[in-house]
C-alpha cells in the first residue's frame, strides 16, 4: 500500500533534474539532490513501472508531461522523478516539483499539453528486523498491492489543488498508480477554494478516503486466510468517486510486464519444426 504525502512548502534548494540517456530505463532514485528527466513515452514508460512492479523494493514516483515544441508543433514526452524518501510501501513528493518542471520544460521550448503523476505498487519491499537489518521479503495475496490507496486518493485532491492555485495556465493533473494487474486512476473534478470548501473536502474527499481505508485492511486480512484476492474494481470506483473525485480502474490486456522480452510462439514452434 502507498502512502502519499504532497507537501506545498517551498524546498531550501530548487529541485534540477538530470537528463537521463535515451535508452535509460526508469528507476528508484534514493538521491534526494539529484532528481531525474528521461524523455520516452507514455507506453514505453508505463513496460518500465510494469517491470519495477515486478523487481523493484521501494515505491518511486514520476510526473508524466506530454508537451508540444512551441517551434516546430512536434509532441515531445517527459518522465520527471519526483519522489523522496521512498521505502517499501510509500513515498513522499512535492507539489512544488509541478512549477520547477513547467520552467524545466518553457527551457526546452515545450509548453505542458497533459500531464500525470504516476507511481508503482512494488510486489517485494523492504523490511527490517529488531537490530535494524535490512531484509527484501516478496509479499503474495497481497490485496493493499494491487489497489489504489486511501493516500493515493487524497494526494489527487491536493496535487489539483496546489495546481489550480499555482499553475492555472496550465491543464489538470491526475494521480495514476500502477500495480501488477493494471492502473487506477483518480482525479479531482472540480475546483476547490481554500478555505471556502473545507466542508466538501471532508464530506467528498477524507470521510470516503477513511471508508476505504478500513475496508481495505479487512480484505488484506482476508486474503492472507484465503490465499488469494477477490477484488471488485466496480465496486471500488463506485464507492470512491463523489461530486468532486473520480476514480478509474483499467487491467492489462496481457500478462507479461516486459512485452520486449515475450516469447514469439510461432517462432519457438518454427525453431522446434526445423530440428
Given at each position: ?7 506545498s ?32 513515452s ?10 519495477l ?6 515505491e518511486?514516483?514520476?510526473i ?11 509532441s515531445k ?9 521512498e ?15 513547467k ?20 510486489q ?14 516478496t ?73 476505504y481505508a478500513?475496508?481495505e ?30 476514480v ?28
Open positions: 500500500m502507498s502512502k502519499v504525502s504532497q507537501h512548502t517551498i524546498p531550501s534548494k530548487k529541485f534540477t533534474y538530470n537528463e537521463m540517456p535515451k535508452d535509460a530505463s526508469l528507476e528508484v532514485n534514493t538521491d534526494f539532490s539529484k532528481h531525474q528527466v528521461f524523455e520516452k507514455e507506453e514505453q514508460g508505463i513496460k518500465d513501472l510494469r517491470q512492479c515486478q523487481n523493484a523494493h521501494r518511486e514516483a514520476w508524466y508531461v506530454q508537451g508540444q515544441d512551441t517551434q516546430t508543433g512536434k514526452e517527459f518522465w520527471y522523478e519526483v519522489g523522496n524518501f521505502t517499501g510501501v510509500s513515498f513522499t513528493s512535492n507539489c512544488k516539483h509541478l512549477e520547477y518542471i520552467e524545466d520544460l518553457a527551457s526546452k521550448g515545450v509548453k505542458v499539453q497533459e500531464w500525470s503523476q504516476y507511481h508503482f505498487h512494488p517485494k519491499s523492504e523490511t527490517f528486523d529488531t537490530h535494524g537489518n535490512q531484509k527484501t521479503k509479499i503474495k495475496n497481497k490485496y493493499l498491492d494491487k489497489t489504489i490507496s486511501p493516500e493515493d486518493y487524497v494526494a489527487s485532491a491536493k496535487l489539483e489543488q496546489y495546481r489550480q492555485t499555482h499553475l492555472p495556465d496550465t491543464p489538470p493533473i491526475d494521480n495514476k498508480v500502477v500495480t501488477s494487474e493494471g492502473i487506477w486512476t483518480s482525479k479531482l473534478t472540480q475546483e476547490l477554494e481554500i478555505p471556502e470548501d473545507k466542508r466538501d473536502i471532508k464530506r467528498y474527499i477524507n470521510r470516503p478516503a477513511r471508508k478500513r475496508s485492511k479487512r480484505q488484506d486480512r482476508s486474503c492472507y486466510k484465503k490465499g488469494h484476492c477477490e477484488m471488485d474494481h466496480k465496486k471500488i470506483e463506485k464507492n470512491l468517486s463523489t461530486p468532486y473525485m473520480e478509474d480502474y483499467e487491467a492489462f490486456v496481457d500478462k507479461e510486464p516486459d512485452l520486449d522480452k515475450a516469447i514469439d510462439i510461432n517462432r519457438l514452434q518454427q525453431t522446434i519444426a526445423a530440428i
